[in-house]
């Protein structure tokens, strides 16, 4: 009994969340938030294949997780949840692959979204977020803790 009462307060719960979702997608009230990616260093137009902040180590990896942390949350936070640990709505981003498969499956998804009979369940960012912004959201999620 305990269960099945937990369960559809859980599937209240998602619905609530998608209309949610679904609300602020429908009245473009919320914008995406472009990110100011100052000291990053510039990348070539062509998307990387692997993460470069990671591959430059340093200071340049340790900013590019402090941007990632605010593009983060004020882009993503809203679906993939606070510190990127999901409510099960949305994938929890700390659980994809390490490395450059996951490095590479993470710009896809984020550049052309995501979409299903004709709506989308996320949105694209190619056009909202610069290269540089993806990779510091990915050397965030990549570094929160599981
Ligand atoms: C409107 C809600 C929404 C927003 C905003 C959103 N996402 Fe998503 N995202 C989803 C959903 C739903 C999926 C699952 C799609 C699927 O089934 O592959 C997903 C999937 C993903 C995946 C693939 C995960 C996996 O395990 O396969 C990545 C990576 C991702 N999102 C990154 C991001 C990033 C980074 C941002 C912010 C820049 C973002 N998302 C913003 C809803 C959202």
Known sequence: MRTVKLLSIAI???????GVVS??????DVQPQAVDTEGLEKL???IAPENPYRLMGGEQYTLAIEIGAS??????????GLEAISGGISP????LEEGQFGDEWFMERVRKGYSQNGTYKMPPFQE????EA?????????????
């Open 12 to 18: 209240l719960a998602g619905a609530f969340q998608l």
């Open 23 to 28: 609300m602020v997608f429908g009245h473009g």
């Open 44 to 46: 070539p137009e062509e």
């Open 71 to 80: 593009a983060y949350n004020s882009n993503c936070a809203r679906c993939h």
């Open 92 to 95: 929890d981003l700390r659980m």
């Open 128 to 131: 909202i977020l610069s290269q």
């Open 134 to 146: 993806m990779w510091a959201i990915r050397s965030y999620t990549e570094n929160q803790p599981l």
